[in-house]
């Protein structure tokens, strides 16, 4: 129940488009849903965090759509850049026992082509 | 400012050594996490201190013992490791345990031979 299941593992994005992660998680303690990005050899940087009682919320070129009821969230890049090539962990966190830690999905690796 | 510093970036040790990661932050958290980070793979949580007392030990062998010298800094001490320990290890800060957002450090790369 404290899984977070991340989809893709993998996207190639042509510079331009839209790339798009989905997450999933089962635990309805989680109330809180950011998403790093990593860069290789760094530490995950947070990118975008939302709690459910929005449907959306966008930061620049990254929005996180929310839906409550399919217990599914994930993350648009508008636009994809090269510079954007990363990879990308959903996680999830609830307020109370062992919620309370950052549950992160599996990763998705993240290129954007020229 | 959002910093979380470690050093070394880079380490090199052998079975038998003996060496310290070191993690510091000046933005005035009372939570500081290490994780640890085999390649391609999340974040996995080791320990957490919550105003510089242990208040989570993930189940991780005695070999890792971290310590917490005062609100800023954080300590991991190895000793006796495995090859199977080399990995990235980041250290992470929040206002404090509960609701709060969670920044990591760049990491100390950890090869053990």
């Known amino acids: 129940q404290q899984q977070v299941k991340q989809s893709p593992q993998s996207l190639i994005v042509q510079k331009g488009g839209i790339s798009i992660i989905n997450c999933a998680y089962e635990n309805t303690a989680f109330d809180y849903f950011p998403w790093y990005q990593q860069f290789p050899g760094k530490g995950p940087a947070l990118l975008i965090a939302?709690?459910?009682?929005?449907s959306e919320k966008k930061e620049g070129r990254f929005t996180i759509s929310f839906n409550k009821s399919a217990k599914q969230f994930s993350l648009h890049i508008m636009d994809s850049q090269p510079g954007d090539s990363a990879t990308y962990f959903c996680a999830a966190r609830g307020n109370s026992g062992s919620a309370r830690q950052l549950t992160f999905g599996s990763g998705t690796q993240l290129t954007v082509l020229p | 400012d959002t910093e979380v510093t470690q050093t070394p970036k880079h380490l090199v040790m052998g079975m038998t050594n003996k060496k310290s990661l070191k993690c510091e932050q000046h933005?005035?958290?009372?939570?500081m996490y290490w994780y640890k980070q085999k390649a391609k793979k999340p974040p996995e949580l080791m320990f957490v201190?919550?105003?510089?007392?242990?208040?989570i030990n993930e189940s991780v062998p005695s070999r890792f013992s971290p310590e917490c010298p005062n609100s800023s800094l954080l300590n991991l001490h190895l000793h006796a490791l495995q090859p199977e320990d080399s990995a990235l290890y980041l250290c992470a800060s929040s206002q404090g345990t509960g609701n709060y957002e969670q920044y990591f450090g760049p990491g100390t790369r950890l090869t053990v031979t």
């Open positions: 939302i709690r459910p009682d929005v």
């Open positions: 201190y919550s105003y510089e007392k242990l208040s």
């Open positions: 933005m005035g958290h009372r939570a």
